[in-house]
Antibody, heavy 121, light 108 residues
Framework: EVQLLESGGGFIQPGGSLRLSCAAS????????MSWVRQAPGKGLEWVST????????YYPASVRGRFTISRDNSKNTLYLQMNSLRAEDTALYYC??????????????WGQGTMVTVSS | EIVLTQSPGTLSLSPGERATLSCRAS???????LAWYQQRPGQAPRLLIY???SRATGIPDRFSGSGSGTDFTLTISGLEPEDFAVYYC?????????FGGGTKVEIK
């Protein structure tokens, strides 16, 4: 069974850092691009970052570029999101999502259950 | 950045009825690279349609997608009780990837 399991969320003060992890199983991890998508409480979905299957290319929207870093360890079937300089507006449920393609996004066909990040003083 | 506008915001229908959801893009979506997702309360999103009209694995054929350029449609041919949920469109033809604001399909 294809599964994604996120961890690492929590309560953090503004300006702090947090690293999220996503453990993948049931598919050949290195053959697919992976992404993070977030959802603020009661709001819609927002793309956060994507990384190519081999880990050679990364992509971010302007809202997190320079603060967040996506990475992966294909030997451990694990995806990461390092989040620095956190702001209140980063408060959200963070989903790990598997892409249909090895390279850039072609739709997210598997999602984890999410890990909650709350940024507040 | 491509802005996706979904309409209506809420659709009130009865089981068995046909649902038609719209997603309009602020500029043409390259390659018709548009997906639809379903999100039930307390659950993660689920991919329904990719490349505007291709059904994802395991998705019932009552779900269909159509459109190109700037106008896209998700049709649910006969609503089942489990179909009452929020639906999002997403474009992946250009960066940044963007989602629409969602359409809630509720029981009338």
């Amino acid at each position: 069974e294809v599964q994604l399991l996120e961890s690492g969320g929590g309560f953090i003060q503004p300006g702090g850092s947090l690293r999220l992890s996503c453990a993948a199983s049931g598919f050949t991890f290195s053959n697919y691009a992976m992404s993070w998508v977030r959802q603020a409480p009661g709001k819609g979905l927002e793309w956060v970052s994507t990384i190519h299957g081999p880990g050679s290319g990364t992509y971010y929207p302007a809202s997190v570029r320079g603060r967040f870093t996506i990475s992966r360890d294909n030997s451990k079937n694990t995806l990461y999101l390092q989040m620095n300089s956190l702001r209140a507006e980063d408060t959200a449920l963070y989903y790990c999502a598997k892409d249909r393609s090895v390279w850039y996004s072609r739709g997210f066909d598997v999602w984890g259950q999410g890990t909650m990040v709350t940024v507040s003083s | 950045e491509i802005v996706l506008t979904q309409s209506p915001g809420t659709l009130s229908l009865s089981p068995g009825e046909r649902a038609t959801l719209s997603c309009r893009a602020s500029q043409s979506v390259s390659g018709s690279y548009l997906a639809w997702y379903q999100q039930r309360p307390g659950q993660a999103p689920r991919l329904l349609i990719y490349d505007a009209s291709s059904r994802a694995t395991g998705i019932p054929d009552r779900f269909s997608g159509s459109g190109s350029g700037t106008d896209f449609t998700l049709t649910i041919s006969g609503l089942e009780p489990e179909d009452f949920a929020v639906y999002y469109c997403q474009q992946y033809g250009s960066s940044p990837l963007t989602f629409g604001g969602g359409t809630k399909v509720e029981i009338k």
